[in-house]
């Protein structure tokens, strides 16, 4: 490396307007992101105490947790705790916390990835994924059009520094650059939101350090395609190309995603869907009744047990159109996934979201841990149930009982309170381990890594080819 | 020594720029090539300095072949344009130490203002932004530059443009004294009376072609202003 070319771009940068502002900018929206991040924690944090406090409340009571009253009234909660993950994004398009029926049927799972919170919010994530990227792109698309303006590109090459070499140290002087003007502010803003909050975490510091390091490729890449701008001939057209970039990346492919994803893979109304499932429910019912001569309609009307095992076969049914609507949101939520990942601002969410369990990563975990939990409650539930001799033990002599159940005598389960309460509140769950996750994020790195090649290699080539007289 | 061989230039629009150019320039001479725009002077000068490369022909210098060696070539040379490239956000002074330490020299602070005296630029302007200054000033810088590069070439393309009397004077002393020292002087300009004081030889251009070479001897009683005129005329 050249230091004396090197320090010379380090210097012009550091004397450009545009930096300056720049630099004074950032400094203010992280300190901005750290007290408006505090303040959704503090939020967050008094909502999850209030769901847990309820969930207390009603362990307390007992009369929801009545195992009976759990089969209709209650639903297994995963929820996410606010964590400090929230300075860097609220991810206020996803939940971070599903509700599940505690069914014996397949678990109809709520709020999947369907849920819409705030249109902006200030956190790190505008700053790294958003507005860095147009940042670099401002400071550095005048990168080679500057020296060939003052005519100094000329002067360059009589004292014989090549073009790669001019090309190489601006990149590595902007690149610098970056660093200077995210890590003391982050940091800064780091340590303030950890006072605000009172969360200080030496993990969540490591987390945020993985985070400034892995926003490096994505802002390289703009910084490249500043440096390609910037060998075009006219200046104007150089100043609307990066609008246009940044507009590309920031609002048209993902928005562009959303539609494309609505059109391919439509979702019906949750009302639709609703309604598909009474259907389904109902069709299957009155088959039973069609088949044994019989309404099915009416208390014990069919006998021995015969409404139970409609009930239970039309149930079965109902849950899956509950399994179609998630399958077709899942379906639509990769295809989102898919076309926006064209965007490297969409990939560094992608990353985050594995680095601080967030978002539509956590959310598969938790529906596994959501499925496992009932089956465990499910399980416990019987087992409890057995011991109880006012209970019918109706889950595995559910049709036979069916006849008493509903004439009055004794209750198809037990009124007992369930013995595992805690289990209806789930917070912990596990997500993948260290090395699986360097390797999604390796992979996630991959694409943005191969276009900061492929553009490098593109201005040097046009740099190779520019008209320096 | 400077020697240009049957060098041509076309362009990709088909504009023959340089027509099989041959020029000879030692050690201790002052070569001002004469030429109206367009002539082909800064064509040559831009092939010489590797801006483009020439469609046919070759350059040497101290036996030094552009088309072997382009990047050592250009350590023989120093370049100065008549709008002085220099980086606006810098002093003179950053300028000149840039460029210095980029020709691998040692920059001692006192050496790089005793220069910017000895060219003329008020001490003053040192640590100005060079965006403050005039033409001429930039001029001067840029003269610094070059001569701190102390190469055996220098490559002038009309440096006397935006010089006032007195620092165009002080300029023309010193490529007396550069030439002096041995080096050797091609310079393009359009002021032919200033040619006919300086020059050790001048050429004349037009349409990219050589049409006449003159020592010094025969510019003593000639009409150098009606000799370029008669040329200029006659391509018309």
């Known amino acids: ?469 | 020594m400077l020697k240009i061989s049957e060098l041509s230039k076309r362009y990709e629009d088909a504009h023959l720029a340089l027509d099989n150019l041959s020029l000879e320039i030692k050690p201790k001479e002052i070569f001002i090539l004469l030429g109206a725009n367009g002539a082909g002077k800064s064509t040559t000068i831009n092939i010489i300095c590797g801006f483009i490369p020439p469609s046919s022909g070759e350059v040497e210098i101290d036996g030094i072949l552009l088309s072997k060696e382009p990047l050592k070539m250009r350590e023989k040379i120093a370049y100065l344009s008549e709008n002085v490239m220099l980086y606006d956000n810098f002093t003179g002074y950053q300028n000149l130490k840039f460029f210095a330490q980029l020709a691998g020299k040692k920059v001692e602070k006192d050496e790089l203002e005793a220069i910017l005296l000895k060219i003329g630029l008020q001490d003053s302007f040192f640590h100005k932004p060079i965006a403050k200054y005039s033409k001429g000033m930039r001029q001067k810088v840029g003269i610094a530059i070059a001569l701190f590069k102390d190469t055996p070439v220098f490559l002038l393309d009309e440096p006397f443009s935006g010089l006032d009397p007195k620092a165009a004077y002080d300029f023309q002393q010193l490529l007396y004294s550069l030439r002096d020292d041995g080096k050797t002087i091609f310079m393009s300009t359009h002021d032919i009376f200033r040619a006919k004081e300086m020059a050790d030889n001048v050429g004349i251009m037009t349409g990219g072609k050589l049409v006449a070479y003159k020592t010094k001897a025969e510019l003593e009683n000639a009409d150098l202003n009606k000799i370029y005129l008669d040329y200029i005329e006659e391509r018309q």
């Not at chain 1, 800064?188 to 969360?199: I, P, Q, Y």
């Not at chain 1, 939520?333 to 979201?353: C, D, G, N, V």
């Not at chain 1, 978002?359 to 011991?387: C, F, P, R, V």
């Not at chain 1, 381990?433 to 553009?455: D, M």
Request: glycine residues 4%; neutral net charge; proline residues 3%.
């Open chain 1, 1 to 469: 490396m050249n230091s004396v070319l090197f320090i010379k771009d380090l210097k012009l940068i550091l004397k450009d307007l545009k930096f300056q502002m720049f630099f004074v900018i950032l400094v203010i929206l992280f300190i901005l992101s750290a007290i408006s991040s505090s303040v959704s924690y503090k939020n967050l944090s008094s909502d999850f105490q209030a769901d847990y406090k309820a969930h207390v409340d009603m362990v307390n009571d007992g009369q929801s947790t009545s195992m009976m009253g759990m089969l209709t009234d209650y639903w297994v909660i995963v929820a996410k705790p606010a964590d400090p993950s929230l300075l860097f994004s609220n991810y206020n398009t996803y939940p971070d916390k599903i509700s599940t029926a505690i069914s014996f049927y397949e678990p109809r799972f709520f709020n999947y990835g369907t849920e819409q919170g705030e249109v902006f919010s200030l956190n790190w994530y505008f700053i790294l994924g958003i507005l860095s990227g147009f940042i670099m792109l401002v400071i550095s698309f005048e990168a080679i059009s500057a020296e060939k303006r003052f005519g100094t590109l000329r002067l360059l090459s009589i004292y014989g520094v090549k073009r790669q070499d001019i090309m190489w140290h601006k990149y590595l002087s902007y690149m610098l650059l970056y660093l200077i003007i995210i890590i003391p502010p982050a940091l800064v803003s780091m340590l303030l939101f950890f006072a605000l909050t009172g969360t200080w975490s030496m993990i969540y510091m490591a987390k945020f350090a993985l985070i400034l390091l892995l926003s490096i490729p994505f802002a390289s890449f703009f910084i490249v395609l500043g440096i390609l701008i910037s060998m075009s001939k006219n200046y104007r057209n150089s100043i609307v190309l990066i609008v246009f970039i940044w507009l590309l990346f920031v609002i048209i492919i993902p928005q562009s995603a959303y539609v494309i994803a609505r059109q391919i893979r439509p979702l019906k109304t949750n009302t639709e869907y609703h309604q598909e499932g009474i259907e389904a429910f109902n069709n299957e019912f009155e088959k039973w009744g069609e088949q044994y001569n019989s309404s099915v309609y009416g208390n014990g009307s069919l006998e021995d047990g015969l409404r139970a095992k409609a009930v239970y076969a039309a149930g079965e049914k109902k849950s899956l159109v509950s399994q179609e609507e998630l399958k077709d949101s899942k379906q639509q939520t990769r295809l989102i996934q898919k076309i926006a990942s064209m965007s490297p601002f969409y990939q560094l969410e992608m990353i985050s979201e594995i680095i601080f369990d967030k978002g539509y990563y956590l959310l598969q975990y938790q529906e596994e841990t959501a499925k496992q939990t009932i089956s465990q409650i499910k399980n416990l539930m019987i087992e409890q149930d057995s011991h109880d001799n006012t209970s019918l033990h109706l889950f595995y002599r559910w049709a036979s009982a069916d006849q008493y159940a509903l004439n009055g005598m004794l209750f198809p389960f037990s009124k007992e309170k369930f013995n595992h309460p805690e289990l209806l509140f789930v917070t912990n769950v596990e997500t993948d381990k260290v090395g699986t996750k360097a390797l999604s994020i390796i992979l996630r790195l991959l694409p943005i890594l191969l276009l900061n090649i492929i553009t490098f290699m593109l201005a040097a080539v046009k740099l190779e080819r520019l008209d320096i007289r």
